[in-house]
């Protein structure tokens, strides 16, 4: 997908009420994570970060 369309698949499932969105950019190794509110946080592959509640998730664990 390009940029534009992703963005617009972002405002999409924000707009339906999706509370959170995970975005893996693997070639920059980065994760940001979309909150319905309209904030977002960007992590490294080596961050640890929530993506449910209490369950969190480390990128470079899980792609190798």
Avoid: C, W
């Avoid at 390009?2 to 617009?8: F, I």
């Avoid at 405002?11 to 977002?40: C, M, Q, R, W």
């Avoid at 209490?54 to 190798?64: A, G, K, P, Q, Y």
Wanted: hydrophobic fraction near 40%.
């Amino acid at each position: 997908n390009t940029t534009q369309e992703m963005n617009a698949k972002l405002k999409d499932y924000l707009s339906i009420g999706i509370p959170n969105i995970i975005y893996v950019d693997s070639e920059n190794e980065i994760v940001t994570k979309f909150h319905a509110n309209g904030s977002s946080m960007i992590y490294s592959f080596s961050e640890t970060f929530a993506i449910y509640n209490d369950l969190t998730i480390r990128m470079s664990e899980v792609l190798v």
